[in-house]
């Protein structure tokens, strides 16, 4: 049976994500894919943070990009732009570290920053959380994690 791996038409593993998905474009969400969903996976959940926040070189906070949960384990990813053309149906959001659901894209302050787009495969289906933090998800999935993968990309603004 092959691991959970996502992985984006859009950038290659420790690539460079293109300024289209960046407050510097037009901060669209990013073509991802999965596979190799373990048994037993009732749901999948998505989070996209930055852990350099505000400044690589001493980071003092984790910033939230993304929150996607109870994604079907029928699904094997999100279209490009998919955060504003629509999930499929069935996903829930909770909100990113602008206060809103949905993707924003990198925006780095200052210097090179990594973006985990991390995904998990759990062993029940959420109820709606109303809008959860990633804090909160993620007290949620403790203890239902069947197994995870990221894929990281990286973005400096000019």
């Known amino acids: 049976m092959p691991k959970l791996a996502i992985t984006s038409e859009s950038f290659r593993q420790d690539g460079v994500i293109p ?3 960046t407050c510097d474009g037009q901060d669209i969400s990013p073509a991802l894919s999965w596979h190799g969903i373990p048994i037993g996976t009732k749901s999948l959940v998505l ?14 906070m984790t910033w939230v990009h993304w929150v996607l949960y109870n994604i079907s384990p029928d699904v094997d990813g999100l279209s490009e ?12 959001e909770g909100i990113n570290d602008w206060q ?6 990198p925006c780095p302050p200052i210097g090179t920053h990594r973006y985990f787009h991390k995904l998990y495969a759990i062993d029940i289906v959420l109820p709606d959380l109303k809008k959860p933090t990633k804090a909160i998800l993620e007290e949620k999935i403790q203890g239902h994690i069947i197994e995870y993968s990221e894929l990281i990309g990286r973005y400096h603004r000019s």
């Open 19 to 21: 300024v289209r998905h």
């Open 47 to 60: 989070i996209v943070d930055d852990p350099d926040a505000p400044d690589p070189a001493n980071p003092k």
């Open 100 to 105: 809103r659901t949905g993707y924003g894209g």
């Open 81 to 92: 732009n998919a955060a504003i053309t629509g999930v499929p149906f069935g996903i829930l």
